[in-house]
């Protein structure tokens, strides 16, 4: 009888062990959910470990690195005529990169890119302040701004209102002030636009 036991055991053990042995171990999960990944890999649906999916653009850089590609386009914003009054002489600036040439119906069509000039001193025809937008992607877009001789634009959505003084709007419908502004693999540092235009309403 303890020999038929003896033989039975070494006749489980042999099955178990080839058991275990034809186990594929590729097949096993690795995980179930995201935490039980290293840091910076998540769980597939083939409940494996991998590194996230990332859209890339024509140039492999990856949409979600937060690196924007382009140059830097720099130059200055002219005053063009004097104040409505001399006690206006100090203000904010606003400065905005759009896709379309903007009118007075439409002033920030595909707005792309704003710079704030603060405290800036306009009192006289001439005057100006140097600007710089950084970094600008390639292509063509339009210059367009506002002096805020009140201080009361709201730094989340600029627009000009009574008094203020603006450039680069197709006030007459010509295209004639449009400041284009043609971006390619070079920075630019000599682009002029001039506020020229008081806002009457």
Known sequence: MRYGTILLFFSLQMILSSCVYDIDRSKIPECYSDDECPEGKECSEDNACVKPATDTDDKGNDSDSGVIEGVAVSGRAVMGQGLPTESYATGDVY?????????MTNPSPGETATVIITGAKLDAAGDYVPFIFDPVPEGTFY?????DHNGNADADAPAPDTNDVIGGFD???????CVQVDVGAESLSDVEITLDFAYAF
């Open 95 to 103: 400065l905005t990169l759009v896709t379309e040439c903007p009118s």
């Open 143 to 147: 210059l367009t701004g506002f002096f």
């Open 171 to 177: 006030s007459t419908g010509d295209g004639a002030a």
